[in-house]
Protein backbone atom coordinates (compact mmCIF):
# COMPACT_ATOMS: atom_id res chain seq x y z
CA UNK A 1 0.00 0.00 0.00
CA UNK A 2 1.06 3.42 -1.04
CA UNK A 3 1.18 5.56 2.11
CA UNK A 4 2.22 8.81 2.94
CA UNK A 5 4.61 9.34 5.96
CA UNK A 6 3.08 10.46 9.65
CA UNK A 7 5.44 13.10 8.98
CA UNK A 8 3.88 14.99 6.30
CA UNK A 9 0.94 14.09 7.53
CA UNK A 10 1.77 16.53 10.72
CA UNK A 11 3.16 18.83 8.52
CA UNK A 12 -0.17 19.60 6.57
CA UNK A 13 -2.14 19.41 9.75
CA UNK A 14 -0.04 21.88 10.51
CA UNK A 15 -0.09 23.89 8.43
CA UNK A 16 -4.05 24.09 7.63
CA UNK A 17 -4.42 25.03 11.24
CA UNK A 18 -2.30 27.48 11.27
CA UNK A 19 -3.91 28.63 8.14
CA UNK A 20 -7.20 29.54 9.76
CA UNK A 21 -5.24 31.70 12.37
CA UNK A 22 -5.80 35.23 11.86
CA UNK A 23 -2.22 37.21 10.43
CA UNK A 24 0.37 37.37 12.54
CA UNK A 25 -1.42 35.03 15.44
CA UNK A 26 1.55 32.29 16.66
CA UNK A 27 0.83 28.98 17.23
CA UNK A 28 2.55 26.12 19.51
CA UNK A 29 3.25 22.71 18.19
CA UNK A 30 2.00 22.20 22.05
CA UNK A 31 -1.43 23.36 20.94
CA UNK A 32 -1.50 21.58 17.75
CA UNK A 33 -1.01 18.40 19.08
CA UNK A 34 -3.52 19.01 22.17
CA UNK A 35 -6.37 20.05 19.40
CA UNK A 36 -5.31 17.01 17.00
CA UNK A 37 -3.94 14.37 19.16
CA UNK A 38 -0.34 13.88 17.48
CA UNK A 39 2.79 13.28 19.01
CA UNK A 40 4.65 16.07 20.56
CA UNK A 41 8.29 15.30 19.50
CA UNK A 42 7.45 14.74 15.55
CA UNK A 43 5.09 17.43 15.24
CA UNK A 44 7.90 19.58 17.17
CA UNK A 45 10.30 17.99 14.74
CA UNK A 46 8.57 18.73 11.67
CA UNK A 47 7.42 22.24 12.70
CA UNK A 48 10.88 23.42 13.20
CA UNK A 49 11.92 21.52 10.06
CA UNK A 50 9.68 24.43 8.46
CA UNK A 51 11.18 26.71 9.86
CA UNK A 52 14.64 26.03 8.72
CA UNK A 53 13.12 25.79 5.31
CA UNK A 54 11.47 29.11 5.72
CA UNK A 55 7.94 27.83 5.14
CA UNK A 56 7.06 28.81 9.07
CA UNK A 57 8.49 30.99 11.64
CA UNK A 58 9.14 30.26 14.86
CA UNK A 59 9.61 32.63 17.27
CA UNK A 60 10.99 31.29 20.76
CA UNK A 61 9.78 32.19 24.12
CA UNK A 62 7.15 31.12 26.58
CA UNK A 63 4.45 33.14 24.38
CA UNK A 64 6.30 32.14 21.16
CA UNK A 65 5.39 29.52 18.59
CA UNK A 66 5.03 29.35 14.89
CA UNK A 67 3.07 31.60 11.81
CA UNK A 68 3.25 30.67 8.21
CA UNK A 69 5.45 32.65 6.36
CA UNK A 70 5.43 31.62 3.05
CA UNK A 71 2.71 31.94 0.43
CA UNK A 72 1.75 27.99 0.44
CA UNK A 73 0.21 28.42 -2.81
CA UNK A 74 3.58 28.68 -4.06
CA UNK A 75 5.10 25.44 -2.50
CA UNK A 76 3.95 22.23 -4.15
CA UNK A 77 3.42 18.95 -2.47
CA UNK A 78 6.36 17.49 -3.95
CA UNK A 79 8.92 20.67 -2.28
CA UNK A 80 7.53 19.59 1.23
CA UNK A 81 7.73 16.24 1.01
CA UNK A 82 11.42 16.48 -0.54
CA UNK A 83 11.70 19.10 2.68
CA UNK A 84 10.12 17.10 4.77
CA UNK A 85 10.77 13.26 3.92
CA UNK A 86 13.60 13.43 1.08
CA UNK A 87 13.34 12.30 -1.93
CA UNK A 88 9.85 10.61 -3.20
CA UNK A 89 10.93 6.73 -3.71
CA UNK A 90 7.99 4.04 -4.44
CA UNK A 91 10.04 1.19 -3.44
CA UNK A 92 12.90 1.07 -0.93
CA UNK A 93 14.93 -0.66 -3.01
CA UNK A 94 16.60 2.16 -4.87
CA UNK A 95 17.78 5.80 -4.61
CA UNK A 96 17.86 7.49 -7.64
CA UNK A 97 20.27 5.42 -9.73
CA UNK A 98 21.78 3.30 -6.91
CA UNK A 99 19.99 -0.34 -5.87
CA UNK A 100 20.52 -1.71 -2.50
CA UNK A 101 19.02 -4.98 -3.20
CA UNK A 102 19.71 -8.70 -3.15
CA UNK A 103 17.58 -9.01 -6.15
CA UNK A 104 18.60 -6.12 -8.32
CA UNK A 105 20.33 -8.51 -11.12
CA UNK A 106 17.54 -10.46 -11.48
CA UNK A 107 14.11 -7.51 -10.78
CA UNK A 108 11.88 -7.50 -13.81
CA UNK A 109 10.59 -4.39 -12.04
CA UNK A 110 12.90 -1.50 -11.48
CA UNK A 111 11.89 0.19 -15.04
CA UNK A 112 8.25 0.17 -14.49
CA UNK A 113 8.93 1.28 -10.22
CA UNK A 114 11.02 3.99 -11.77
CA UNK A 115 8.43 5.15 -14.13
CA UNK A 116 5.88 5.09 -11.07
CA UNK A 117 8.18 7.25 -9.24
CA UNK A 118 8.60 9.87 -11.30
CA UNK A 119 4.91 9.74 -12.67
CA UNK A 120 4.14 10.35 -8.92
CA UNK A 121 6.74 13.06 -8.21
CA UNK A 122 5.41 14.72 -11.62
CA UNK A 123 1.57 14.56 -9.92
CA UNK A 124 2.61 16.16 -6.97
CA UNK A 125 4.42 19.10 -8.53
CA UNK A 126 1.09 19.72 -10.04
CA UNK A 127 -0.39 20.12 -6.43
CA UNK A 128 0.00 23.09 -4.54
CA UNK A 129 -0.48 22.86 -0.53
CA UNK A 130 -2.95 25.53 -0.06
CA UNK A 131 -4.93 23.80 -2.58
CA UNK A 132 -4.74 20.50 -0.64
CA UNK A 133 -5.49 21.29 2.63
CA UNK A 134 -8.49 23.49 1.88
CA UNK A 135 -10.02 20.71 -0.18
CA UNK A 136 -13.08 19.24 0.99
CA UNK A 137 -14.53 15.67 0.10
CA UNK A 138 -17.82 14.06 0.89
CA UNK A 139 -15.69 10.88 2.17
CA UNK A 140 -14.83 12.90 5.20
CA UNK A 141 -18.30 12.59 6.76
CA UNK A 142 -18.48 8.76 6.34
CA UNK A 143 -14.72 8.66 7.83
CA UNK A 144 -15.66 10.00 10.56
CA UNK A 145 -19.14 9.02 11.09
CA UNK A 146 -17.81 5.43 10.88
CA UNK A 147 -14.91 6.16 13.35
CA UNK A 148 -17.19 7.79 15.86
CA UNK A 149 -19.49 4.69 15.89
CA UNK A 150 -16.47 1.91 16.40
CA UNK A 151 -15.45 4.25 19.33
CA UNK A 152 -18.78 4.39 20.64
CA UNK A 153 -18.94 0.59 20.78
CA UNK A 154 -15.29 0.53 22.40
CA UNK A 155 -16.67 3.09 24.89
Known sequence: MFKI?????????SLRHMSTKSPGQLTSAKEICDIYHTPFDPTSRVLQIMAQHEIVRAEQGAHGGYQILKDISKITLHELTQIIEGPIQIVNC???NYAHCDMTTSCNVISPMLNLNEKISALFKTINVRD??????????????KNFQEAKVEG
Do not use: D, M, T, V
Open 5 to 13: NRKLEYALI
Open 94 to 96: FHG
Open 132 to 145: LISSRNQGEKQIRS
